[in-house]
């Protein structure tokens, strides 16, 4: 890969505070973001993957709490960022996009007034005609008629509201976009259609987009790598054609082979992983997979497997490699 | 009555069925806008399920497909048209008959967790079914529960007896639903997007157990979904909904490899392919869904029908057997 690296994450990890004890929902993470890609980070419920895509913001809450780790954001440590750094970071450089618009708009504010605030919120010299003009010109971007820039929130359809929800994180020109389960509440139709404005966007503002779902399609169709999440560890990264073609990881393999495909020459059967995701508060030791996975060997039990280059720009999470 | 009826395979008939639900608004809007105004859910459906098959419904949001296995199974009432049950009609039953016949007629639905009372251990759960359809039974309920607890995978079964829902992952939660579904022996079973909220592993592993116990129980099941992907696993034959009318009937295998229908085709498009080397090049179809409660005229994809015809919005297309076993509702496809 020669592609600038625009976010660097090390050994990071998120511990939420429980009545029985600290539970690592992102444990020891190493991976990084390049510029003007889209990384699709997947895994099923309660992986980790939403925590980490907040925590690339430093939007986790109490009893939560980033308790290990770096984030190089463009060389800098956001880290040591105080709260107003935090607040010109969030916005200016990196923005996030959830499942449900319904719940990120305010139901009683126009699209207009979302834009315009969004703006001046962070530029506090932009007159309110020229944030207008920006706003009306980001709309149309989104293929939203400029009459809607009057309408609420509810007067919006799904597809429209998670458009300008786009439209708010591209306002400021942000660097990153994380997108969580963005597509995820919308019929089949108007999923595509966003991720295909989503991959002109990034196209045309040469963003990078850290697109978390539990949809492995989506990912397959959209991204250009693919991060792969189990029980609070990344256990696999690396190109989206060479992870599909090959699996290293047998929990990426099972996750993979799980996944209905429409065409009919497809596999006919799907793989069906025994068991369930672990409990977070009691993690297996060792590989957190071991207790599912068929190559399980003596050693995975005992001591935790480290993340390894198999290949350039591969990275694996198991002690096969 | 119907040839089929008679010689017993057809369990489940819809004819012409329709659903309007009254588009509640303030006493002001009604005494001025003079009339009431309907969404029209379902809209001149007709369907005949064959004992022992999995019948599919899909479509997005709004397309009726709920409301359609809800009408099939008496939970709602007809606007018009006929629901008929292996020979009986619905809309001719009394309450009391009708509670009788749920025996026969179970649901799955979607989320486990708000389907389950919180407060009920799942042995108690899946025994409700059996006190009040097998009362005379009694004495053998609670074995009959743990047996179905095995079949759906919940082992070993007296671990989980006196478990609540809220100490069991939600794979174990469909499971538990499932079973108490399956305990009155019904012939017809309405799944209403029973996966939908489960994990991609779990996922595999519960439509591995609805198609394992199809086989075991003789069911047949009406599968609701939005996912055309798990449908291919499930499903023989499938339709395909757009604002409260078919749009296309067939086999999953029929309708996935030549779908005729515009509709159909964008919607099977859409469909992300778990293969980054098959990505889509095909345009989707423009606009978005019409509000079902004032339809476009004619045929209701013509506004954003890729082929649409002038006379598109102003003829209804009826389904026409195109291929053999294949009904599409388009004069053009």
């Not at chain 1, 939420?16 to 980070?41: C, K, M, N, W």
Request: charged share 25%.
């Amino acid at each position: 890969m020669d592609k600038e690296t625009l976010i660097k994450v090390r050994d990071l990890s998120v511990t939420y505070q429980t009545r029985i004890g600290p539970v690592s929902a992102v444990d020891h993470v190493d991976f990084d973001v390049y510029e003007g890609e889209i990384l699709g980070l997947v895994g099923e419920s309660g992986c980790g993957k939403s925590t980490l895509g907040k925590a690339l913001l430093r939007m986790i809450d109490p009893p939560g709490e980033i308790s290990n780790g770096q984030i190089i954001f463009s060389g800098e440590d956001i880290m040591q960022y105080d709260d107003k750094q935090m607040r010109d970071f969030r916005g200016r450089k990196s923005s996030m996009i959830f499942q449900d618009p319904m719940t990120s708009l305010n139901p009683v504010q126009r699209v207009d007034q979302h834009l315009i605030e969004t703006i001046q919120v962070h530029e506090k010299d932009v007159s309110s005609t020229s944030a207008l003009e920006i706003a009306t010109k980001m709309i149309k971007r989104l293929g939203i008629g400029e009459d809607r820039m009057i309408s609420y929130p509810h007067q919006l359809s799904g597809g429209m509201r998670q458009r300008v929800m786009t439209g708010i994180g591209l306002i400021l020109n942000a660097n990153l976009i994380v997108a969580d389960e963005a597509t995820t509440s919308l019929d089949v139709i108007v999923e595509a259609k966003l991720a295909d404005q989503l991959r002109e966007i990034r196209d045309e503002f040469g963003i990078s987009l850290l697109m978390i779902t539990h949809n492995i399609a989506l990912v397959a169709e959209m991204a250009d790598r693919i991060a792969v999440m189990y029980a609070g560890h990344m256990v696999e990264i690396g190109d989206i054609f060479d992870v599909f073609e090959n699996p290293m990881h047998p929990y990426t393999k099972g996750l993979l082979e799980s996944v209905p495909n429409i065409r009919f020459n497809a596999s006919e059967e799907l793989y069906k992983m025994p068991g369930e995701p672990p409990n977070l508060t009691r993690p297996p030791e060792g590989c957190r997979f071991h207790p599912r996975c068929p190559k399980a060997m003596p050693i995975c039990s005992r001591i935790e497997p480290s993340m390894i280059e198999v290949e350039p720009a591969r990275f694996i999470h198991c002690w096969l490699y | 009555m119907d040839e089929d009826i008679k010689n017993n395979e057809v369990i489940l008939k819809l004819e012409n069925i329709k659903k309007y639900f009254p588009v509640q608004k303030s006493l002001i809007d009604q005494i001025f806008a003079g009339k009431i105004e309907y969404v029209r859910a379902v809209d001149d459906v007709s369907i005949t399920i064959k004992r022992g098959e999995a019948f599919g419904l899909a479509g997005e949001s709004g397309s009726g497909k709920t409301t359609i296995g809800r009408l099939a199974i008496g939970l709602e009432e007809l606007t018009e048209g006929k629901a008929n049950f292996d020979g009986m009609d619905l809309g001719t039953l009394s309450p009391e008959e009708l509670r009788k016949l749920r025996r026969r007629m179970q649901v799955i639905f979607q989320d486990p967790m708000a389907s389950l009372n919180p407060r009920m251990s799942l042995g108690n759960t899946v025994m409700q079914g059996l006190k009040i359809h097998y009362p005379e039974k009694a004495d053998k309920h609670r074995d009959m529960v743990l047996t179905m607890f095995e079949k759906v995978g919940l082992t070993p079964p007296l671990f989980y007896y006196n478990k609540y829902p809220h100490q069991i992952s939600g794979g174990q939660r469909q499971r538990v639903v499932i079973a108490r579904a399956l305990i009155t022996q019904p012939d017809l079973v309405l799944a209403d997007e029973p996966v939908a909220m489960a994990d991609v592993s779990v996922r595999a592993l519960l439509l591995d157990l609805m198609l394992h116990l199809k086989d075991e129980f003789d069911l047949t099941y009406l599968f609701i979904t939005h996912d055309l992907a798990t449908a291919k696993y499930i499903c023989d034959r499938i339709g395909i909904l757009y604002l409260g009318k078919l749009a296309e009937v067939s086999t999953v295998k029929e309708v996935y490899q030549h779908p005729l229908h515009p509709y159909t085709r964008a919607l099977l498009a859409a469909v992300p392919v778990p293969d980054p080397k098959k990505r889509r090049t095909e345009p989707m179809p423009k606009g978005e869904i019409p509000n079902p409660i004032d339809p476009p005229s004619g045929c209701r994809f013509h506004p954003r029908c890729p082929i649409a015809r002038p006379d598109c919005s102003e003829i209804e297309p009826q389904l026409r057997e195109l291929r053999p076993g294949h009904f599409v509702a388009c004069r053009y496809a």
